[in-house]
């Protein structure tokens, strides 16, 4: 069994990683799965998709803080109404999107939605551009759906517009 080196908070805030900047859970720095080329485009056409709805804040790769000694590093989260002003922002999202990666361990995805579920992220997405999936987490499963949708917003992203 592998040691695990604990470090403070503050050593994990203050400390300049290399891409990617790991989550910190529990005095544990937990290494990220690098992204390639389909994650990082799967992003942008998020991005797009979601850039002209009024009065959303979009933040890629944001580190944010989901619990007293849990932060997180989110592919990308959708602020409503009010924009994050933090460096580490504790305001909860009106989304967070996850973006599976090729490394990506199932458990360890779970692991990281649960987290922003628990923050009470209402909205917590999961898109697997491997098997052209996305999927609606709650409490505890994933449920596919062909689009994500914020009715209350007028947004509805398309599967195929996303992942082509």
Do not use: C
């Amino acid at each position: 069994m592998a040691t695990q080196t604990l470090i403070s908070e503050a050593e994990y805030l203050s400390t300049p990683y290399e891409s990617p900047t790991p989550d910190y859970v529990e005095g544990v720095v937990v290494e990220r799965t690098m992204p390639n080329n389909e994650h990082s485009r799967t992003q942008a056409q998020l991005i797009t998709a979601l850039h002209p709805i009024p009065h959303l804040y979009l933040r890629p790769e944001l580190r944010v803080r989901v619990a007293a000694t849990q932060y997180r590093i989110a592919d990308l989260i959708v602020y409503a109404d009010t924009e994050p002003t933090d460096l580490v922002p504790e305001q909860i999202p009106l989304v967070v999107i996850e973006i599976v990666s090729p490394d990506d361990f199932h458990e360890d995805v779970m692991t990281k939605l649960a987290a922003y579920e628990s923050w009470g992220v209402p909205n917590v997405w999961l898109v697997d551009p491997g098997l052209r999936r996305f999927s609606v987490y709650h409490e505890g499963s994933l449920t596919a759906v062909p689009f994500f949708h914020l009715p209350e917003r007028g947004l509805r992203i398309e599967l195929g517009a996303i992942l082509r």
